[in-house]
T-cell receptor, first 112, second 114 residues
């Protein structure tokens, strides 16, 4: 069955450093991969989308890579700030439906 | 405010009861999605509607049903509730109901079954 794996352990980093989060998947060939941010008790917020034929996407301090051979996406936040502390979810979608399958998320804690 | 409105925000009910969760999508969005989020399961896809028609279905229990109305709002009905149904229920919307669009999520309904 389709499986998405994100680090279940929280990632703790120092302010100003680059945070790197990993999303691995199996038994799936997604056409699109999305990243969301979720704060406690709130709904996820869309951050970035990358297509299967794109290697990298950037938006301000965010960068996403997508390697369909390794079946992996990396999500980077450069110059991290305490306000970046949240849970980050990756989600996979195919080309024939709008349905997204979400990973469990990785919690990022940025310490001042 | 994301533009997706979910009501109620909190719901406490007893086992065996039935509840209805309501979602109004962001203005201009034709597609609505329902997800269940529990601590151990993460976000689980339940069902998607597009312009009133069911488009995709996940592992939605037979005790659960949903519909999207002509004004595009959606309702998720949960019946014969069990303790394990306690979770956050999120509604999300998008314009065309395609995977190349980001979803806009509501703030969720927290259901507690006692």
């Amino acid at each position: 069955s389709q499986k998405i794996e994100q680090n279940s352990e929280a990632l703790n980093i120092q302010e100003g450093k680059t945070a790197t989060l990993t999303c691995n998947y199996t038994n799936y060939s997604p056409a699109y991969l999305q990243w969301y941010r979720q704060d406690p008790g709130r709904g996820p917020v869309f951050l970035l989308l990358i297509r299967e034929n794109e290697k990298e996407k950037r938006k301000e301090r965010l960068k996403v890579t997508f390697d369909t051979t390794l079946k992996q996406s990396l999500f980077h936040i450069t110059a991290s700030q305490p306000a970046d502390s949240a849970t980050y979810l990756c989600a996979l979608g195919s080309s024939n439906t709008g349905k997204l399958i979400f990973g469990q998320g990785t919690t990022l804690q940025v310490k001042p | 405010d994301s533009g997706v409105t979910q009501t109620p925000k909190h719901l406490i009910t007893a086992t065996g009861q039935r509840v209805t969760l309501r979602c109004s999508p962001r203005s201009g969005d034709l597609s609505v999605y329902w997800y269940q989020q529990s601590l151990d399961q993460g976000l689980q896809f339940l069902i998607q509607y597009y312009n009133g028609e069911e488009r995709a279905k996940g592992n939605i229990l037979e005790r659960f049903s949903a519909q999207q109305f002509p004004d595009l709002h959606s309702e998720l009905n949960l019946s014969s509730l069990e303790l394990g149904d306690s979770a956050l229920y999120f509604c999300a919307s998008s314009v065309l109901g395609q995977s190349w669009e980001g979803y806009t999520f509501g703030s969720g309904t927290r259901l507690t079954v006692v």
